[in-house]
């Protein structure tokens, strides 16, 4: 069994792969949560899914997090006593995705780009719905040709609910009009039609800048929210950091 562990920057996913994602566990990236309190959720996750502690062969761990890196490690050396193979500026650096600065790329990113082309064989852009919304651009070489950060949505709307007195957090879903009667109305149409265009807009660009017939494959735990933009989308898939690891560990032997 692989385990690809990717530690964002809301959540902690570790995903266990054996010929498909068996079972996904997601924890939110705390902090002020020490080892044996994620190594005690991890054990009720296993339990409670029936899996025994599984037989781990490999285990590749990406981090944008660096506070959180040693914690999570220190969790899986209770797992499994080979190594484990992060993914840093070095090994970035050895996987030539480009003319992009390796140590300064974020590793999700870069996990992203490489599943996304191992997937499609092709130009593609990913689209990843999490804390950031990010854009990663690959060419037809799997080489990154660029990326565009924005705020995630959810992020946006914190802060801007965290910025104000009087304006409340509201739940992310999509009004049908843009004109809002009330506050949270109002607040679901700028963020969320603005999030929409937003989307469209990155895309229609990134494609012009690019040129040829990019794919587009939406990820992040946010995605599933923008139904009204998966008509701009050839696939959504969560799992594709996840994917995008395995594949980099694979090419690293
Ligand atoms: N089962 C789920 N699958 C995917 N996303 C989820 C799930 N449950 C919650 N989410 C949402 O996904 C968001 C985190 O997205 P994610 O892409 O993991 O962010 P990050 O990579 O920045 O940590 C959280 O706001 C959470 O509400
Ligand atoms: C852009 C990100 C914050 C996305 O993180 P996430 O939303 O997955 O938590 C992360 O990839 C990061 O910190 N990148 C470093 C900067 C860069 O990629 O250029
Ligand atoms: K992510």
Redesign the pocket.
Known sequence: MTIAI?I????V?VGFYDQEWKHIFRVPSNLEMEAAEYEKRLRVFLLEADVPVPTIRQVILSS?VPDLTPVILEVFDQFYEGDITVVDGELLKRLELGSINPYEL?S?LAA?AVGAFERFQQSVIVV?F???L?FTSVNDKGQILGVAIAPGVRTAMKSLSSNTARLPEIPLEIPSKVLGNNTVEALQSGIMQGYVGLVRHMVSQIKAEMGGSPQVIA???LSFIFKPLHDLFDAVDVNL?LDGLRTMFKRLR
């Open positions: 990717d964002g920057n809301t959540d996913v944008v974020g999700d992203n990843d999490g804390t950031a990010t990820t992040g735990g950091t």
